[in-house]
């Protein structure tokens, strides 16, 4: 069983950055595709960024390209969420996610996940 604790959201102005960690217990996440994903008030969970178990591969959803890095220290078992030039369209809940993975593939789709953090608010004033 892989518990994740998300953490780092709080609230920012526009513009600003914030970092998201996400450190799996038990199990190293190593062997784990990584994802976050995110879900405003009244709107579906959606796919914000997703890395594969080596690192080499990464993925964002094209309302954040450009702005989010995700990363992987898996010396640490953390990864992250960089959030750069924050708009107020990207206040949510976000969650990061983990995808027993035997290949390099990584993971855009909700419900490929195995296990999911807690969530950690995000709200971006404009």
């Known amino acids: 069983q892989v518990q994740l604790l998300d953490s780092g959201g709080g609230l920012v102005q526009a513009g600003d950055s914030l970092r998201l960690s996400c450190a799996p217990s038990?199990?190293?996440?190593?062997?784990?595709?990584m994802g976050w994903f995110r879900q405003a008030p009244g709107k579906e969970r959606e796919f914000v960024a997703a890395?594969?178990?080596?690192?080499?591969?990464?993925n964002y959803a094209d309302s954040v390209k450009g702005r989010f890095t995700i990363s992987r220290d898996n010396a640490k078992n953390t990864v992250y969420l960089q959030m750069n030039s924050l708009k107020p369209e990207d206040t949510a809940v976000y969650f990061c996610?983990?995808?027993?993975?035997?290949?390099?593939?990584?993971?855009?789709?909700?419900?490929?996940?195995?296990?999911w953090g807690q969530g950690t608010q995000v709200t971006v004033s404009s």
């Open positions: 996610a983990a995808k027993l993975a035997y290949t390099g593939a990584l993971y855009t789709v909700s419900s490929q996940y195995d296990y």
């Open positions: 038990g199990r190293t996440s190593n062997n784990y595709a």
């Open positions: 890395i594969n178990r080596g690192g080499s591969r990464t």
